[in-house]
């Protein structure tokens, strides 16, 4: 038990890290925070206009979920489901913000790639189809966390669809407010600060 307490403080440590507001203000952008929806993940970074600053935001928000995981692999499933469960809850409750994290989309397809990398795959797969054809980043990570138990099931086994199940539901609860602005039609497009009329 006191080696799975080490593995969940360890994998939160990483998973808390906020590379968004860290690399917006590295680069004097300010406190990502105040900018479009506030959330500190890179589809945020994306509205400071830096498509670089998003793209590296996505690549190490990814990856402190897979080196999470990958590094406790010694550990056997239970090791590596806790840290991949606690690198997430990191992202989304921070120590350092006040427990006001990200939405978990990137730590989470990133702690998939490290649990098994088909299902990684499959649910950047349905992200890129769905950001590419409608320009919603919120909805793409819904239509990709919708599929995650699924292709966990699939590609793995009935405990890590269990653990994704449990994923999704909090990248859900995350988006709400994406979810009602989505409906109300005025959640703006991947790139665009605002909705436009
Ligand atoms: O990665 C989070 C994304 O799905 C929505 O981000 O900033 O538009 O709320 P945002």
Do not use: M
Request: charged share 10%; hydrophobic share 55%; proline share 3%.
């Amino acid at each position: 038990i006191t080696t799975y307490l080490l593995i969940a403080a360890f994998a939160y440590l990483l998973g808390s890290i906020p590379f968004g507001l860290l690399l917006t203000r590295a680069a004097g952008l300010g406190d990502i925070r105040a900018i479009g929806s506030g959330n500190i993940g890179a589809t945020n970074v994306l509205r400071t206009g830096n498509k670089a600053l998003a793209a590296t935001t996505l690549l190490l928000d990814g990856l402190k979920g897979t080196l999470a995981v990958v590094w406790v692999h010694a550990y056997g499933q239970h090791g590596v489901f806790v840290a991949g469960l606690f690198a997430f809850l990191g992202h989304l409750f921070p120590v350092w913000l006040g427990f006001k994290g990200g939405k978990g989309v990137a730590t989470g397809l990133g702690v998939f790639y490290g649990l098994c990398w088909p299902l990684g795959l499959a649910c950047c797969a349905a992200w890129l189809l769905t950001a590419f054809t409608l320009r919603f980043s919120s909805l793409a990570a819904l239509v990709a966390y919708a599929a995650a138990p699924i292709a966990a099931w699939y590609f793995a086994s009935p405990k890590t669809a269990l653990l994704a199940l449990i994923i999704a539901a909090l990248v859900y609860w995350k988006h709400s407010a994406n979810i009602s602005r989505l409906l109300a039609g005025t959640e703006p497009r991947i790139g665009q600060k605002k909705a436009t009329a």
